[in-house]
């Protein structure tokens, strides 16, 4: 782990340049990794999106990893020059569009480990996701499933199943935050309250104008006694998603009130 206890590890963002709805450019990307920096975050894996069918026809497939590498290594680079104490790797998002993608490569998966961020389509939940999920981790991979609380049709019954078919699940910073609507946020609260969420991510998508809703989600989680929860759902969990190593149990947060005092002294500590 890292050395500095409270840095944030962010598993979820667009930050390759022009290669998705994401950062448009390299100065997007300083831009938006400064900021990130700024907010306590010091390892950021980026996740541009893939159809999952791309890893079905290896042609289209190597030409879209082409791209993508190429991007990728001027950010690396100029990341390196400006901000060289950052982190900085990448996975993909891989919309599950067909029911059998290929994660054998490892440029799909999350910094090379065997952790794969994924979303469905449409942002429904569509039929046979159980049996999609069971096999992805029967081939050795550990899917992750991207804000969950977005889709249309999730309910609790199916995140509880999603589990336990061995999926993690992470929630954005800014479905606490109403970003996404007022489902979106009651339902990261009940992934919370019960301690279902593994992990929590920016899914920033690298412009000046976008938020990234890192604070006001550790103030809405902090003033319920979350700072427990939040130091497994920001650092340690995802940071051993670098170490190839499972999510550790996330304590279910308290419905009672906080103290503002001690948010404000937490997020005073965390961005030190
Ligand atoms: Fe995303």
């Known amino acids: 782990m890292d050395q500095d206890p409270t840095a944030l590890v962010d598993i979820h963002n667009h930050l390759v340049p022009g290669v998705d709805d994401g950062a448009r450019s390299l100065e997007d990307v300083l831009a938006s990794v400064e900021r990130m920096a700024r907010e306590g975050i010091r ?5 541009p999106h893939l159809d999952g069918s791309l890893t079905l026809d290896a042609g289209r497939l190597e030409r879209r990893l082409g791209e993508v590498d190429e991007a990728f290594e001027l950010a690396v680079r100029a990341l390196g020059e400006r901000l060289p104490h950052i982190d900085f790797r990448r996975g993909h998002e891989v919309m599950l569009d067909v029911p059998d993608v290929d994660f054998s490569e ?3 998966r999350l910094a090379g480990t ?3 961020l994924v979303e469905w389509p449409h942002l429904r939940v569509p039929p046979g996701t159980l049996q999609v999920l069971r096999r992805v981790r029967s081939e050795g991979y550990r ?3 991207a804000h969950p609380e977005r889709y249309m049709g999730i309910d609790l019954e199916i995140a509880r199943r999603w589990r336990e078919a061995g999926a993690y699940l992470q929630v954005n910073y800014g479905s606490l935050d109403g970003r996404y609507g007022g489902d979106a946020r009651t339902f990261a609260g009940q992934l919370l309250r019960r301690g279902w969420a593994d ?3 920016s899914d920033f998508h690298g412009r ?7 604070a006001e989600a550790w103030e809405r989680i902090g003033s319920l006694d979350g700072e427990e929860a939040l130091a497994r759902l920001c650092v340690t969990n995802p940071g051993r998603i670098l170490l190839d ?3 550790l149990p996330v304590p279910g947060i308290p419905q009672k009130r906080g103290l503002w005092a001690k948010v404000k002294g937490i997020l ?5």
């Open 208 to 214: 000046p104008e976008r938020k990234l809703y890192r």
């Open 245 to 247: 190593q499972e999510p």
């Open 106 to 108: 490892p440029r799909l």
């Open 199 to 201: 992990y929590l991510a």
């Open 268 to 272: 005073k500590q965390e961005s030190a």
């Open 43 to 47: 390892k950021i894996i980026t996740t």
């Open 143 to 145: 899917p992750v499933v």
């Open 114 to 116: 065997s952790f794969v």
